[in-house]
Nanobody, 126 residues
């Protein structure tokens, strides 16, 4: 079993920054591939960024490249998402996701995700 708890969401103006943190616990093998997804009202959940603990590979959605940075602190069992230059279209519920190692770790597909956090809301106003 894996437990994921997100924090750090909030409301900011366009151009602002937020740092999301996901506190993870439980089976280490099931947390080898971790990422952030988001879902805006009326839209499907989409992958934002992913990191594969096996080799450190990171993957980003085109819409956030150059603005968001995903990182992992294994000593603290946390996954972070630094979000800069935020835009109104970044407004969504952000979810932490975890899964075992696999080829899916090199993409942003939700396939392979076995555990989800409860989510943290990010709202960007213009």
């Amino acid at each position: 079993q894996v437990q994921l708890v997100e924090s750090g969401g909030g409301s900011v103006q366009t151009g602002g920054s937020l740092r999301l943190t996901c506190a993870a616990s439980g089976d280490t093998y099931s947390r080898y591939c971790m990422g952030w997804f988001r879902q805006a009202p009326g839209k499907e959940r989409e992958g934002v960024a992913r990191i594969y603990d096996g080799d450190g590979t990171t993957v980003y959605a085109n819409s956030v490249k150059g603005r968001f940075t995903i990182s992992q602190d294994n000593s603290k069992n946390t996954l972070n998402l630094q979000m800069n230059s935020l835009k109104p279209e970044d407004t969504a519920m952000y979810y932490c996701a975890a899964g075992a190692p696999g080829g899916y770790c090199y993409s942003l597909t939700p396939y392979g995700v076995n555990y989800w956090g409860q989510g943290t809301q990010v709202t960007v106003s213009s």
